[in-house]
T-cell receptor, first 114, second 114 residues
Framework: AQSVTQLGSHVSVSEGALVLLRCNYS??????LFWYVQYPNQGLQLLLK??????LVKGINGFEAEFKKSETSFHLTKPSAHMSDAAEYFC????????????FGTGTRLKVLA | DSGVTQTPKHLITATGQRVTLRCSPR?????VYWYQQSLDQGLQFLIQ???????AKGNILERFSAQQFPDLHSELNLSSLELGDSALYFC?????????????FGEGSWLTVV
């Protein structure tokens, strides 16, 4: 079965610093991978998605993620953190076992310090 | 605004009661997903429907049931409610079912069981 692991349930960065949120996946077949963001009291919003077209995926709000097959990773980065980036971030993989359900990681709460 | 509409936004009910959560998918989307988000369990997949038929089942309790109607809206029925059922319930939709399809989330229905 496919799965994702997000390392670090809480990450704090200073405003203007690099944001790095880690996600590792487990899959026996090429996966589809997603990053979603959840702001307080809101639903999940798609940041970006990997569909094998390119290993470096650019998303909204200046975020990007790089698919590394050798490391089974899909880490999310942003060069310069903004206060408005404070939120919870979820990595997800599309299940290719035939059920097509999306498996979500446990989430990483990003705190941006002034 | 993702285009996925969920009602009610907040609901408080007593143990043993039954509630129905409603979801209208994005215009044109055939697939509907239900997720439960709680502090201790994270984001858990419950069930998926595609064009009125059940397609995938996750960690859905027997006390819970769902359906998708001909107009494609969906309802999640929760019965014999327990304190532990208190959670945020998300509906999501996608155009089709299958790998790589982006799913769009509603803002959720907050259920509090007292």
């Amino acid at each position: 079965a496919q799965s994702v692991t997000q390392l670090g349930s809480h990450v704090s960065v200073s405003e203007g610093a690099l944001v790095l949120l880690r996600c590792n996946y487990s899959s026996s077949v090429p996966p589809y991978l997603f990053w979603y963001v959840q702001y307080p009291n809101q639903g999940l919003q798609l940041l970006l998605k990997y569909t094998s077209a390119a290993t470096l995926v650019k998303g909204i709000n200046g975020f990007e993620a790089e698919f590394k097959k050798s490391e089974t990773s899909f880490h999310l980065t942003k060069p310069s953190a903004h206060m408005s980036d404070a939120a919870e971030y979820f990595c997800a993989v599309s299940d290719s076992s035939g059920t097509y359900k999306y498996i979500f990681g446990t989430g990483t709460r990003l705190k941006v310090l002034a | 605004d993702s285009g996925v509409t969920q009602t009610p936004k907040h609901l408080i009910t007593a143990t043993g009661q039954r509630v129905t959560l409603r979801c209208s998918p994005r215009s044109g989307d055939l697939s509907v997903y239900w997720y439960q988000q709680s502090l201790d369990q994270g984001l858990q997949f419950l069930i998926q429907y595609y064009n009125g038929e059940e397609r995938a089942k996750g960690n859905i309790l027997e006390r819970f049931s769902a359906q998708q109607f001909p107009d494609l809206h969906s309802e999640l029925n929760l019965s014999s409610l327990e304190l532990g059922d208190s959670a945020l319930y998300f509906c999501a939709s996608s155009a089709r079912t299958g790998e790589g399809n982006t799913i769009y989330f509603g803002e959720g229905s907050w259920l509090t069981v007292v």
